[in-house]
């Protein structure tokens, strides 16, 4: 019994925070000591490093002694005591007086960690005084190193364990750093956005059991519904995206969405309205809101889901907010420049008492405010006296007025796409940009989001990218089923459910450019259990620039969307559409594709297959509304177009057939096989026979137009090099003849 007791004694000194899933313990000296999973007892911390669990930055020494003795540079002052007061974990740290308290709530979901204050103890002696605090580390575990990292969610897991560090606010600041032996993540919050009342939770469970206890957090404190939208059926759906759309060919292109089996589309707000900012409307939309109200009445009433496309964090220099002759004040500004003399409404050149090192000398963003005076200069000096040159006065419709000496010439934030100014996320321009966008989202009943320029905003990044776009997303109603955004921040995993789109890339580009960047970025999220958007897919049809997009291309772009349980978005450019001779091919082979993604019809061990970014599938429609997916081999290379646009790929039908999947890429043509060709047969992409012909010389004439599938009596490394033979000498006689 005594024994016990003294065992007992040792334990009391350290904080043990437990619920059903896991058990942390924080040393009496700040350092995390343990944390168990508690169904097997698995310890999730590496052994051997001494991490105290919180820590206190301040970007200079600020206690009078400190100072003395440590240079002028950010330092760190890690936890050194811990203990428990009721439900708050008290802490003190190294080198100074500070105690901070973090309140602690214990669920069977979760463990959270809320700073709520801080005490400071002063000595009686020295120079003394209650110092700043720049940063403080809340929590920081570091874990032993397991299969998967998801970055953007803050979890590391394998297929038995998922250790989530999970911000509860957009104002917690979380990271990882990743070390030779060990992951740590670790959650903070700063003074510059908000120290305290911000804050954490730290999960421990079954990777199966993770989004159920994300959804409980979620709701909890009152996020986003991520985990919602994750688990939507319509989650996976791709979407047809609109260009140019008016209330006189909406009919036409849900016509064409429907052929492509997609069941949501998009509108982008550039085609109603006239820019950013006010979104005044465009004269293609003489009855303003009406007009775009019938595009997606008549989208919902064809059973499809329409989404919006938007700008949100920047205002475009022709909108009111710059160009009605006083510009708004509250435009981003990336430096500020005092006039050390005054100039007159003539003046083009502008002197300042600052260095002007580091403007931005990209054409359109030279832009200076002064008042209600925009100006755009050519050049600056960056030795005294100091000046901007070259002045344009009365920029974007403002007057040019004169202005004193000592009057602030504002540097605006022009966007690198300079068509746009971005705004300061500090003032209320935002929240007046949001309700405009809310209005229009909830008139016009669109129920998903596409939040573009997402990286358009003010430091600090992680904080200001979920900021900007939570602001637009709460004035949303009925919050939309998923968004997506062109940058990620770590609380915008619960905004941003689908990921993003990437930028189109041309079609002789596509697949080494998927490979790249679309694919690496799929396997990369789905460790965060989140999909990409395996788009925006452009439409363009062949011409003397391009060979087009081909079924090919939509072949290997949805199959590994399927693979990834992924959408696609297609940009549909409706004069590309009606032009281009393989529409209905490039349609149907989409269609195909999503129609088994969301019928689930594809084998898992098929779709792991379809993941390698090296392998080619198509998909091939049979009776009955079954199909067939194949494995194929590309067989004439993307530069085969000058004077024989027929693409070809092939696939084994057994050891001694091989079908070889054929089409002329821009037009109609004939591909003519030698006299002595082996046995073939000739059958449309869904199965039908067509008769093949002979010429007078015993040659057989195959059409070239739409897909169609020659079988033919070789095995398929054979009837590969046979058919290309064909194709390139048919094209070396072309080539002759001309």
């Known amino acids: 019994m005594a024994l016990s007791v003294v065992m007992s004694l040792p334990a009391v000194a350290d904080v043990i925070l437990q619920n059903g899933e896991l058990s942390l313990t924080i040393g009496n000296d700040g350092l995390v000591k343990s944390l168990v999973q508690k169904s097997n007892g698995r310890e999730c911390l590496q052994s051997g490093v001494d991490a105290p669990v919180c820590v206190i930055t301040q970007y200079r020494p ?53 700073p709520v204050d801080r005490d400071y103890r002063i000595e009686d002696y020295g120079v003394k005084r209650k110092t700043e605090l720049d940063e403080l580390t809340i929590m920081q575990l570091p874990l032993k190193k397991l299969d998967r990292f998801g970055e953007w969610l803050n979890v590391m897991w394998d297929d038995d364990v998922a250790i989530a560090l999970v911000g509860t606010h957009p104002t917690t600041y979380i990271d990882s750093r990743v070390e030779r032996d060990n992951t740590t993540l670790l959650a ?26 994300i959804d409980v957090l979620e709701r909890d404190y009152d996020m ?29 292109n849900i016509e064409l ?36 109200q019938e595009i997606t009445r008549k989208i919902t009433e064809a059973g499809m889901i329409p989404g919006i496309h938007i700008h949100y964090s920047k205002i475009a220099v022709t909108d009111p907010y710059i160009n009605d002759g006083t510009p708004d004040r509250r435009g981003n500004v990336v430096a500020r420049f005092t006039l050390s003399e005054p100039i007159d409404d003539a003046a083009t050149v502008i002197t300042v008492e600052e260095c002007p090192e580091g403007v931005r000398m990209e054409k359109g963003r030279r832009l200076l405010q002064l008042d209600d005076e925009l100006i755009m200069f050519t050049d600056v000096t960056k030795t005294a006296p100091y000046t901007f040159t070259g ?11 004169a202005h004193a000496a000592a009057s602030e010439a504002r540097h605006l934030d022009v966007d690198d796409w300079p068509l746009f100014i971005r705004v300061d996320q500090n003032s209320g321009i935002q929240r007046e940009i949001a309700e405009r966008l809310g209005k229009i989202y909830a008139d016009c009943g669109f129920k998903f989001v596409y939040f573009d320029g997402a990286e358009d905003i003010p430091m600090p990044y992680w904080y200001n990218v979920s900021r900007s776009q939570l602001e637009v997303y709460n004035a949303m109603t009925p919050a939309p089923m998923w968004a997506e955004g062109a940058q990620k921040s770590h609380y915008g995993w619960h ?12 079609p002789e580009r596509i697949r080494p450019a998927m490979k790249r960047y679309t694919l690496r970025c799929a396997r990369q999220v789905a460790c965060d259990f989140t999909s990409v958007n395996f788009g925006w897919v452009n439409y363009l049809a062949p011409s003397d620039k391009t060979i087009g997009m081909q079924p090919d291309m939509y072949d290997y772009i949805c199959s590994k969307a399927l693979a990834w349980d992924s959408p696609i978005s297609l940009v549909a450019n409706m004069p590309d559409l009606e032009i281009h001779p393989r529409t209905p091919d490039n349609l149907l082979a989409i269609n195909l594709w999503e129609t088994a993604k969301l019928d689930r019809t594809i084998p898992d061990s098929v779709k792991l297959a379809m993941r390698d970014p090296d392998t080619e599938w198509t998909i091939i429609p049979r009776r009955g509304g079954r199909v067939d997916v194949r494995r194929v081999t590309q067989l004439t290379p993307d530069s085969l177009n000058a004077t024989m646009p027929v693409r070809a790929f092939t696939y084994p039908v057994d050891a001694a057939h091989t079908a070889v999947i054929y089409w002329n890429g821009n037009g109609e043509s004939t591909v003519t096989l030698p006299a002595d060709s082996p046995s073939v047969e000739l059958s449309t992409f869904d199965g039908k026979r ?30 590969r090099e046979w058919f290309l033979e064909v194709l390139t000498s048919q094209q070396e006689s072309q080539i002759s003849k001309q």
């Open 62 to 114: 600020y206690d009078n002694e400190n100072f003395l003795m440590f240079p002028a540079k950010p330092r760190s002052f890690p936890s050194n005591k811990c203990y428990m007061s009721g439900d708050t974990l008290c802490v003190e740290f190294n080198d100074t007086y500070d105690i901070v308290k973090i309140k602690v709530d214990i669920t069977p979901d979760y463990i959270a960690f809320t």
């Open 188 to 213: 903070a919050t700063h003074t510059a956005v908000k120290l305290f009342d911000s804050g954490a939770a730290l999960m421990v469970t079954h990777p199966d059991s993770l989004l159920d206890r």
């Open 224 to 252: 986003p519904r991520g985990v919602e939208s994750r688990r939507r059926a319509e989650y996976p759906m791709s979407y047809y995206e609109l260009r140019d759309v008016t209330v006189d060919n909406i009919d036409r």
């Open 257 to 292: 969405a429907r052929q492509a089996g997609l069941k949501t589309m998009v509108v982008y707000y550039v085609d109603f309205a006239k820019a950013c900012g006010h979104y005044e409307w465009r004269p293609e939309y003489p009855r303003g809101m009406a007009d775009l």
């Open 391 to 401: 002045c344009q006065r009365g920029y974007y419709n403002s007057k040019a007025s």
């Open 495 to 506: 905004i941003l459910s689908r990921g993003n789109a990437f930028d189109i890339f041309p």
């Open 690 to 719: 067509i008769r093949t012909h002979r010429d007078k010389n015993g040659r057989i004439l195959l059409p070239a137009s739409e897909r169609r599938v020659l079988k033919v009596a070789m095995p398929d490394a054979e009837a």
